[in-house]
């Protein structure tokens, strides 16, 4: 088991913060389901990895945050909630 595998064995529906080269390395192992751009110039983005699926976005610090789902239809329910929040935002 590599570290890409101890990663993902750890996440669930709990924000972790990981690294840029994680990042890169998630991105080039598990597809691109679907990215919003959000607040910020930042984006939203749904993996597909294993057999759970994977959200990653942005702190408001910076970091790189990654969640896991083991049912896409969960994710997708995150993502649209966060950009609901970041409508408010807009919205005042």
């Known amino acids: 088991m590599d570290g890409l595998d101890t990663l993902l064995d750890t996440l ?3 924000p972790r913060q990981i690294d840029g080269e994680s990042l890169a390395a998630l991105r080039a ?3 691109l389901l679907c990215e919003e751009s959000v607040f910020g ?3 939203l ?8 699926f994977l959200v990653q976005e942005t ?5 790189i945050l990654l969640r ?3 049912a896409r239809e969960a994710a997708e329910a ?3 909630q966060r950009l609901a929040d ?7």
């Open 68 to 70: 896991a789902w083991p």
């Open 86 to 92: 970041y409508e408010r935002l807009w919205d005042g």
């Open 59 to 63: 702190s408001d610090r910076g970091e």
């Open 78 to 80: 995150f993502i649209d």
């Open 41 to 43: 110039g930042e984006a």
């Open 12 to 14: 669930d529906g709990t």
């Open 45 to 52: 983005r749904l993996l597909a990895c294993d057999e759970r």
């Open 29 to 31: 192992r598990c597809p």
